[in-house]
């Protein structure tokens, strides 16, 4: 008699990811109490709601929004999923969004929301900045592929500029995604 294990079940953790935060998105649709619940005050954050920290990673309002931010995790994130596995990748998603969230605590004006995988998605774009800098992207409207170090680093300086937007938790975001970077490139450099 042959026993058969059984296959471990994997799932996608960009895929995951996705779909929680297209869940929340129509939550939020469905009532916009889900925005202010789950959001991130920025005077708030550590007395009224301290989860904000966490799941404002995951609510988005507007479809623009949500649709740029998953376009990216998942080109991004697909990419450097390949390259350093489900298990880091999913603790630099988080751990680029909680740092994201402490920036926006931190530098924000007092009763300001942060909403939004942004940071998050700027942690995973500042890793792959660092592990393959010369790796080519394609971003809209320009023409031509740049290397995804130019695109990251371009995307926060104009994302920057518009008002309504978060730039604390950008900034957070890509700090911490450049500083794994850096540490993953010196641990990966030993196995190649």
Known sequence: MRYRGYRKLSLNPILVIIAVNV???????????????????S???????????????????EFFHIF???LTLYFFGSYLHRVIGGRRFSLIYLGGGILGSLFFILLAPPSYLAIGASGAVFAIGG??????????????????????????????????????????????????????????????????
């Open 23 to 41: 869940l929340v998105f129509i939550a939020a649709q469905i009532s916009i109490k889900v925005v202010a619940y789950l959001g991130l005050r």
């Open 43 to 61: 005077g708030e954050a550590f007395f009224n709601y301290p989860w904000g920290i966490v799941t404002s990673i995951f609510v988005h309002y």
């Open 68 to 70: 740029a931010n998953m």
């Open 127 to 192: 890793v792959l900045s660092i592990l393959r800098p010369n790796l080519k992207v394609f971003i809209f409207p320009t023409p031509a592929p740049l290397s995804i170090w130019v695109a990251v680093i371009g995307g926060f300086v104009i994302l920057s500029l518009f008002p309504p937007i978060a730039w604390q938790a950008h900034l957070g975001g890509l700090v911490f995604g450049l500083t794994v970077g850096y540490s993953l490139k010196k641990r990966m450099r030993y196995y190649f």
